[in-house]
């Protein structure tokens, strides 16, 4: 969708240059409003500057840039960026009406430079910011005047990433011409040896870009050669990439401007920036930090429990001795996928474990030269019960009482003390039968007498008939237990557990526990049904159903060509994101920048309407078929170019239906004043309003 003022078309196979500087924004003259008029929404407008926009040759090292008013500096440290980077950030200075840049670096010889001054310049009394203004100039005899569009996307959520920063690389460059790294570009290159990017640690990249909110970048003053393009979100603000912090994302080619097809560049009167159709297409994700592996923690939160934390994935651990307790008696329990994080449950008697318990750890960890090597570490463990202030005063109301009765010669019953039993049970109002009744408990439970447990379903008048059901651990973690069976839809269900049922790790038996519920009916609620063609008989899927926020509904992993149905949906809109499981294993991978692997592909379900979010009704049913071969298929820029564009329709209608709501709610709120004004309007009885004399 073309918004607003200026839209040109800028064929790069030519050598035209069109200035994406300050000269390309600048506007008519900023008036002034009088005192008490309409507030200044103009940004300031550039009139000139020392030497000239676009010099060559450039022998001086101080610039100055001049307003048609006064200006001031915002969030520079952020905004402003040069490109190429210079060893020591050039130093902005207010003076008058403009901006003074002093270069402290040494400039290299027949290089396009250019100062991207992103949002920092605002005029000086509403903050008006001037957007995307860019000084350049060259120290050689011609400015480089290539431009390259492109769109940075989250490889996962496929949400755009914004303000991104991107890395032009000569690769030509001597840099990139050694081995093995120019297998990485080589489609041709069958070597096996193992290929490590270092790039971005490396190397000083040749042009700097940024993408602005909505992903989309224009990078400019590029020359007609081959590039390696990176990206990073730059999260810190230190233009440079920090592995485990920010997103990263690169191409799989090199790329020339010269020789890309054309595109479209306007300026978004909504957003107010420049925008285009991307020529180049980035997907960036989180890559694995590399941490030395070390016991980072060790708790000790209550007395039955004891937390591990290791600064790596996947610890070795050779051996685990506690002082006086068996090792039979410790249920270790893995928190985390990577098992980084262990929780050790202690199935002893309370008053058999000390305040303090010490014992020692043997596992693999990283020496000075990060190899792994056998480390023993102790372990001090200390948990002493500290009482709530509501306890204590529970306590000292209760000591009043009983020096009371004894002063009165009576017998002091003590109050009955709660039972530290804890639980969580969903199985209140509607429970969807998918996910049958789960019971969530503070500590592992040790003892079950399931035989005591009971499960009714309500029928007609006051008939009630038992169900069988099942009852085991859940497989996420040791605190959970689900409760399944044959469920019946819109039937009232009653679950009874007895007192002494459970018994956790911490010796602490449940009183009773007493639930009713309702299964869902499937008439108030809507069904997707997917069928899926796979690539081929081995190809795996993840099929997951989004809300409108993007947050998971529900998700069936190891899909094959099939059909596939989600049941019991909210009515509403929702998402279907459909993750290629390439090594089957049941979960989305990541990339890898020093191996040059990118992530797992993830796509979103478009249907012809263009708009990724399907409408559900109450007892709705829709079909889609997908075909993974044709989601799937190789990136083409053009599919890209499409899917933006109605995206964008799609936001543009959304943005109308909120300005003619915004403006249906001005319009009620000007009559409800205009009423509220009459009513206090003269009254010929002889007040105004009701609150006039007589």
């Not at 007609?224 to 990263?248: H, L, M, R």
């Amino acid at each position: 969708m073309r918004a607003g003022w200026t839209y040109a078309k800028l064929y790069l196979k030519t050598a035209v240059t069109i200035l994406f500087s300050s000269a390309f924004f600048i506007r008519c003259a900023n008036i002034g409003a009088p005192e008490g008029g309409p507030k200044d929404t103009i940004p300031p407008v550039v009139m000139g500057a020392q030497p000239f926009f676009n010099t060559t040759n450039l022998q001086g090292k101080r610039i100055y840039i001049y307003f048609d008013e006064y200006v001031q500096l915002k969030d520079q440290q952020k905004e402003f960026f040069t490109s190429p980077k210079m060893k020591r950030t050039p130093t902005l200075t207010i003076k008058g009406r403009g901006v003074q840049v002093e270069i402290l670096d040494t400039l290299a010889p027949n290089t396009t430079y250019a100062l991207n001054f992103g949002s920092s310049i605002c005029d000086n009394n509403e903050g008006n910011p001037l957007n995307g203004f860019r000084y350049v100039f060259s120290t050689g005899p011609e400015i480089d005047s290539m431009f390259v569009s492109g769109y940075t996307v989250d490889a996962y959520k496929k949400d755009s990433v914004e303000k991104t920063l991107l890395f032009f690389y000569d690769a030509a460059d001597s840099a990139f011409m050694r081995e093995p790294y120019l297998r990485l570009f080589d489609k041709d290159r069958s070597d096996t040896l193992p290929v490590f990017d270092s790039t971005l640690f490396n190397v000083l990249p040749d042009v700097i870009a940024r993408a602005e909110n909505n992903g989309i970048f224009i990078a400019q003053n590029l020359k007609p050669i081959d590039y390696v393009v990176y990206a990073i979100e730059d999260t810190n603000g230190n233009f440079s990439y920090e592995p485990g912090t920010d997103k990263v994302g690169f191409l799989d080619e090199v790329y020339n401007p010269a020789e890309l097809p054309s595109f479209t560049a306007w300026y978004d009167t909504t957003r107010q920036y420049m925008t285009a159709e991307p020529q180049l297409y980035i997907r960036m994700f989180m890559d694995k930090q590399f941490k030395r592996q070390n016991l980072s923690e060790q708790k000790r939160p209550s007395q039955h429990k004891i937390e591990l934390y290791f600064n790596a994935p996947y610890p070795q651990i050779d051996s685990l001795y506690l002082d006086g307790i068996d090792s039979t008696q410790i249920i270790t329990e893995y928190v985390s996928p990577t098992r980084d994080t262990i929780n050790l449950w202690l199935n002893v008697p309370s008053e058999m474990l000390p305040d303090t318990i010490k014992g020692r750890i043997t596992y693999l960890k990283h020496d000075s030269i990060n190899n792994l090597v056998p480390n023993t570490d102790k372990l001090t463990l200390f948990w002493k019960y500290i009482e709530s202030k509501d306890e204590q005063k529970a306590r000292e109301r209760e000591e009043r009482e009983r020096e009371r009765a004894e002063r009165n010669g009576e017998e002091y019953t003590p109050p009955e003390k709660p039972n530290p039993f804890k639980y969580q049970i969903d199985a209140s109002g509607s429970v969807n039968p998918e996910n049958n009744v789960t019971i969530s408990f503070d500590y592992p439970i040790v003892e079950m007498d399931s035989a005591r447990i009971s499960l009714v379903r309500y029928g007609e008048g006051e008939d009630m008939y038992r169900v069988r059901y099942e009852i085991r651990q859940d497989t996420t973690s040791l605190q959970k237990w689900v409760l399944s069976a044959q469920w019946m839809p819109g039937q009232k269900y009653q679950l009874l557990i007895p007192d002494s049922v459970f018994l956790d790790v911490a010796g602490q038996r449940n009183d009773t526990i007493k639930s009713d519920f309702t299964i869902m009916s499937p008439e108030e609620y809507g069904m997707l049904t997917v069928k899926v063609r796979g690539k081929s008989d081995t190809s795996r899927y993840i099929l997951q159903l989004l809300d409108s926020k993007s947050s998971l509904l529900q998700e069936k992993k190891d899909v094959v060509t099939g059909t596939y149905v989600f049941r019991y949906i909210k009515p509403g809109e929702v998402i279907l994101r459909v993750v290629e499981d390439m090594n089957g294993n049941g979960q989305w991978d990541t990339g890898d920048l020093l191996l040059h692997r990118q992530p797992e592909r993830v796509e979103v379900y478009i249907p012809e309407s263009g708009n990724e979010l399907i409408a559900l009704k109450a007892n709705w049913e829709i079909e889609l078929a997908v075909d993974m071969d044709k989601l799937f298929r190789p990136v083409d820029i053009n599919d890209i170019r499409q899917q933006l564009r109605k995206q964008e329709i799609v936001r543009a209608q959304r943005l109308m239906e909120e300005r003619i709501e915004k403006a249906k709610k001005q319009q009620q709120q000007q009559q409800n004043n205009t009423r509220t004004n009459s009513s206090n309007a003269f009254n010929p009885t002889g007040g105004f309003g009701t609150g006039g004399m007589f």
